[in-house]
């Protein structure tokens, strides 16, 4: 078996990686090769040191070639633009979400066309694809029935490549599976252009000593989930069976991971449990009208059934989150948090 992971040296590429690598094994059957394709990468890092493993190094669009030379059985695509980035420069977000998307799906086709096997497409998309229009107010629960209104061009090229990875799983071209990801949290490093990712910054940043804006009001509310739970959840939509039943993948409906419903307020008072009034203090609010209105066009609470179905559930709570973060990031923790 040959899997493929786009964007495999990104935040999550590396944690799916890692996870496939600990059972080296996908749905029961040995991996012979996993393969990372990503523009940016680390030939020393972890993953790439694995005998396993193979990169693929450049714009993904023009690797596909090299990513086909031989067949490929399961394609993880995280590989994308973010939300700010798209809205500040949507013929970048247009290439680098949807027209890469497709050329991926195409080579898949090809692929199912001539020497088989028809891949298994597992794609990331997001919560963004939802939003409320004043002719049709986003209602207070969300699940997959409720109609995806994006109100940001991360959304809807996101939901763009949802409909395309549904026609081209219609006609038999890929075995296609979608998950809609909630803001991921917290998230190592240092930020990226993501609208989110002050979520984690108004957390990692004052844990290892430094400042951080938070751009929103604390009373609003948002969905997120723990690195752990998305790899989970990643990986649980792309194994399972198709079929109706308890575990099964009932039809093309992409699956929305489980969300943890919580204010900016409640996950300010988590870090000042946590770590104390002057870590805390790090954190200045200083609302940014702009990143508002696109954070608060996500939903915040979500009908998970779906996903539960799935044997999928919500992280218990954002301490919990927190825990996570400083227990698999020690070193990026300040020594002494209160200085």
């Known amino acids: 078996m040959r899997v493929v992971i786009t964007g495999g040296f990104g935040f999550l590429g590396r944690r799916l990686a890692a996870a496939l690598l600990r059972t080296r094994t996908f749905g029961g059957t040995p991996i012979e ?9 680390e030939p020393g890092a972890p993953p790439a040191a694995d005998p396993l493993v ?10 596909l070639d090299e990513v086909f030379a031989e067949p490929v059985d399961v394609v993880f695509h995280l590989a994308a633009a973010v939300s700010a980035e798209c809205e500040a420069d949507v013929d970048l977000g247009m290439y680098a979400n949807v027209d890469t998307t497709r050329a991926l799906l195409d080579a898949a086709r090809a692929q ?5 096997p028809t891949p298994r497409v597992v794609f990331s998309s997001s919560l963004a694809v939802y939003g409320s229009d004043p002719a049709l107010p986003v209602p207070p629960v969300i699940d997959e ?3 995806p209104l994006p109100r940001s061009s991360y959304g809807t090229q996101k939901l763009v490549c949802e409909h395309l990875i549904a026609d081209y799983t219609r006609h038999g071209f890929v075995d296609g599976r979608v998950a809609r990801l909630m803001t991921v949290a917290v998230r190592p490093g240092t930020p990226n252009a993501a609208a989110s990712g002050f979520l984690s910054g108004i957390i990692r940043e004052p844990l290892a000593g430094l400042g951080a804006v938070c751009p929103v009001r604390p009373g609003l509310q948002v969905a997120l989930s723990s690195p752990r739970r998305t790899v989970h959840g990643l ?13 099964r993948l009932e039809g093309q409906v992409p699956v929305n991971l489980p969300a943890l419903t919580v204010s900016v307020a409640e996950m ?9 009034e002057a870590v805390a203090d790090r954190v200045t609010i200083a609302p940014d009208p702009a990143v508002e209105t696109m954070v608060g066009s996500w939903p915040a609470v979500f009908d998970n059934r779906r ?18 973060y400083l227990a698999d990031h020690p070193n990026a923790v300040a020594l002494d948090a209160s200085e």
């Open 33 to 41: 090769r996993l393969v990372l394709a990503d523009r940016a990468v």
């Open 54 to 63: 193979d990169v693929v190094h450049g714009d993904l669009t023009d690797r």
């Open 112 to 116: 199912s066309a001539t020497t088989g």
């Open 145 to 147: 029935s409720t109609l």
């Open 235 to 247: 990986l649980r939509i792309a194994e399972a069976e198709r079929g109706k039943g308890p575990g």
């Open 268 to 276: 300010l008072r988590t870090l000042r449990e946590v770590a104390g």
């Open 307 to 324: 996903a539960a179905a799935l044997g999928l559930a919500p992280d218990a709570s954002f301490l919990s989150l927190v825990q996570d």
